[in-house]
């Protein structure tokens, strides 16, 4: 969208997805300097709580739970700027359509999203309202497209050739919200009273691992650096247990209450004043990691979810459904695989190297499509991300960017390494 149209817009409605703050939001910065009066709305698709084509609801009760604490959060900070956050139950084509008819809005901005069904209802929304001025602004990368040394369609084919050349890259400043927000309009439903937030309250977990929101984001970035966790990153970060031993981050990057560039610079104030060591680069590393699955997802759209993946492997269709729950609920007899998936159970949260064991058991002792696995973490992780989950599994399955194919974890010696001394197992078993 040409950014000069900005000047003829007045009445707006900032679109929140998978952006849910207010600062480094440049989006929402943008809304709040170019708008004459801005409705902030999040849209609760109903989809994602119906029985998807794997048997499970993409929005299991883990993460339904640190979403409420997310929305609730959110409101009170734009309740404290005069605004407030409207919340519809709604595919967002309907919701966008009754805005533009009933309130004559003639713009909306929001983040720029990367994975395929998330940029198909943006498309739709566009294709609904042509009149609409339609702006989308990164906030959800290290980097924007303009960043990258490179055309989206010459993107490096492994990890390894895309952190080369972008690791060395400038990042941006973060920017701190302290504009006023145009006054909403009149009319604008009750925000705890509506049918996505008793919707959210019926399928969420009544206890958190974790407490959603900007301020627990921040709060957990300050805390972390300011211990000496990140100068032991890299000798903790394969760790099974103990919330120290990685940065935990995800939970809020993956609902955008934190940004990957306050992070970094985070970091960077880190390594001036207190150590940079290998450690620390290795949270830059991570950090890459993620970088690349979201332009991974944004090049490879609806190819992420093929069970041949992007490089059209030929794969076994069996699939066995007394396997499949055996794993679901931690009932595979392979006891590192078992205590991890009960954790993710319980929690909604599994450790990285927990993550790949229980993953590579799927796809290798299990011989099940991986397409189940994914959904299945989509269902019950706090941390769900689209292009990291989606991306990883099809990395690990060897139908993704991985030119070593298939990945297979020993679990001996994977619990030999991590549970020497079986206490991870002990917890859980």
């Known amino acids: 969208m040409d950014i ?36 902030c709305v999040y849209c609760l698709d109903p989809q994602l709580l119906d029985t998807n084509e794997f048997g499970i609801s993409s929005l299991g009760p883990h993460r339904a739970k640190f979403l409420l604490d997310n929305l609730f959060e959110l409101n009170a900070s734009l309740e404290a700027y005069g605004s407030s956050l409207q ?30 069904r998330e940029i198909e209802d943006f498309k739709k929304v566009q294709e609904r309202n042509p009149s609409i001025d339609v702006f989308e602004i990164g906030s959800h990368t290290l980097f924007s497209i303009d960043d990258l040394p490179f055309e989206l369609n010459e993107f490096p084919a492994t990890f390894t050739k895309f952190r080369k050349i972008t690791e060395s890259l400038n990042l941006r400043e973060s920017r701190v919200f302290t504009k006023v927000i145009p006054s909403s309009l009149p009319g604008m439903m009750n925000f705890e009273n509506n049918f996505a937030i008793q919707a ?29 966790s990140p100068a032991r990153y890299k000798k903790t970060r394969n760790s099974l247990d103990g ?27 880190y390594e ?24 991974y997802a944004l090049l490879h759209g609806k190819r992420l979810f093929l069970h041949k993946g992007i490089q059209q492997h030929a794969l076994g269709d069996s699939f066995n459904l007394k396997s499949y729950v055996n794993w679901c609920e931690g009932r595979t007899g392979f006891e590192i695989v078992d205590a991890c998936m009960r954790e993710l159970n319980a929690t909604g949260y599994m450790s990285n190297r927990g993550r790949q064991i ?10 099940l499509d991986w397409r189940y696995g994914a959904a299945y973490f989509e269902h019950m992780l706090i941390d769900y991300d689209v292009a990291s989950n989606w991306g990883n599994w099809q990395y690990l399955a060897g139908v993704g960017a991985d030119s070593q194919g298939k990945r297979h974890f020993n679990l001996e010696k994977q619990t030999a390494a991590h549970d020497p001394e079986g206490k991870f197992r002990d917890k859980w078993l």
Request: hydrophobic residues 40%.
């Open 4 to 39: 000069s149209k900005e000047n003829h817009s007045k009445n707006g409605v900032y679109w929140f997805t998978n952006d849910l703050r207010l600062s480094d939001n440049l989006a929402f910065i943008r809304a709040a300097q170019n708008l004459d009066s801005l409705i």
């Open 200 to 228: 959210l309250k019926q399928v969420a977990s009544l206890h958190g691992l974790a407490s959603g929101g900007e301020i627990a984001a921040n709060k957990q970035l300050q805390n972390y650096f300011s211990s000496k």
């Open 272 to 295: 001036v004043t207190v150590e940079k060591n290998e450690s620390t680069y290795w949270i830059y590393f991570e950090l890459l990691w993620r970088e690349y699955f979201q332009w």
């Open 87 to 116: 919340i519809y139950f709604s595919n967002p084509v309907e919701v966008f359509s009754y805005l533009v008819n009933e309130h004559k809005i003639n713009s909306i901005y929001t983040a720029k999203q990367f994975a395929y």
């Open 243 to 269: 919330w120290s031993n990685s940065t935990k981050f995800s939970f809020w990057l993956a609902h955008g209450c934190i940004s990957p560039i306050q992070i970094m610079h985070k970091l960077q104030e």
């Open 358 to 367: 229980v993953a590579s058991c799927f796809v290798n002792e299990l011989n």
